[in-house]
DNA sequence: GCAGATGTTCTGCGATACAGACGATAATAA
DNA sequence: TTATTATCGTCTGTATCGCAGAACATCTGC
């Protein structure tokens, strides 16, 4: 176990790093889907019934409600989601998923989960299976996160943002 | 073990996550210095004398040469840094820490170190430490991919990009 | 009803990636 | 040597994105 003192600070490089691989893998496997990785998260959250309106929508994926609503905006021209206004809110819309979303998300889920493979498929099958389910794990605990570490934060998109 | 199909595929949205919390911490952590993160990430490839010029600087931190021109520019300012030219390649210029630099990047280094601490904290001291590792091993594996994933890709810093 | 809060959209601004051009320099070929 | 090509750093122009703030509709609480 290295102290505090020892290490390099690393750990902010590293995840760059995969994320910048994540992001071009991305880009092959998505092909023209609005929006790139983008889009494919909005898909897989407007999937998961939890949550329906974009304010929601902003927090879970970190982007910005203005750049959502153009985000958004391509995926119903698209014709993978359409916006339909909440019943109980009237201001909030619900964004769900179209028959062919459902059905372009089965397929795009598909190859990301491949993406997943390939990006750590230099790591024997066991490591790349447990660090996948342990990265998960800690992006979930900062959820929990009292202080709030996980909002919207500017920069990651500028370091790591995909086309 | 679940398989290709029955996964969700958010392996990108955790290492999102994980570094917008990484970057927000950062911001704290770094206060004043150019660039924040990325000029954090350039004083410490500058440290390890293993890559001199601004080409390598661009291709290890996944920034733009036509970005890191202006960081350099700010480091340089800011006394940090200095550029020199290489005898040997007039066309490149080497990047050194001034002793400045130098001490400034070993205080915030320990404080990064820190900052990783924090965004693990919710995890058990041993899980965090493992992880921590595992990640930067696979970030590693793919600077010997002959597919070239990890180069410069756009997007990472739309989603993840530091202040 | 009214004031304040919230959800969405729009505008303006700054930061960034990217493509392309340029000048200086180096490496290679003729 | 000379000419061609490639590389490094810089600069310009364009598009995207995060962010602050305003505007509008709507909800909540008084």
Redesign the pocket.
């Known amino acids: 176990m290295a102290s505090t003192q020892e290490r390099q600070a690393d750990l902010g490089w590293s995840l760059g790093a995969l994320l910048r691989g994540y992001l071009k893998l991305s880009a092959e496997a998505l092909g023209d889907l609005p929006?790139g990785a983008?889009g494919f998260q909005v898909l897989s959250i407007a999937a998961s019934n939890s949550c329906g309106?974009?304010?929601q929508i902003a927090e879970s994926t970190?982007?910005?409600?203005?750049?959502?609503?153009?985000?958004?905006d391509d995926l119903e021209k698209a014709g993978l989601v359409v916006?339909t206004p909440d019943p109980?809110?009237?201001?909030?819309?619900r964004v769900t998923l179209t028959d062919a979303g459902t059905e372009r998300l089965t397929q795009l889920t598909s190859r990301m989960n491949q993406v997943e493979d390939r990006l750590l498929s230099r790591l024997p099958r066991d490591d790349a299976d447990s660090l996948r389910a342990a990265i998960v794990r800690a992006a979930h605990s900062l959820d929990d996160d009292p202080e709030g570490v996980c909002e919207?934060?500017?920069?990651v998109?500028?370091?790591v943002?995909s086309?």
């Not at 109980?88 to 819309?93: A, L, M, V, Y």
């Not at 919207?152 to 920069?155: I, K």
């Open positions: 929006g983008r309106n974009q304010a970190g982007l910005d409600r203005t750049v959502l609503t153009y985000l958004i916006r109980n809110d009237r201001r909030s819309r919207t934060v500017d920069q998109t500028a370091e943002t086309a």
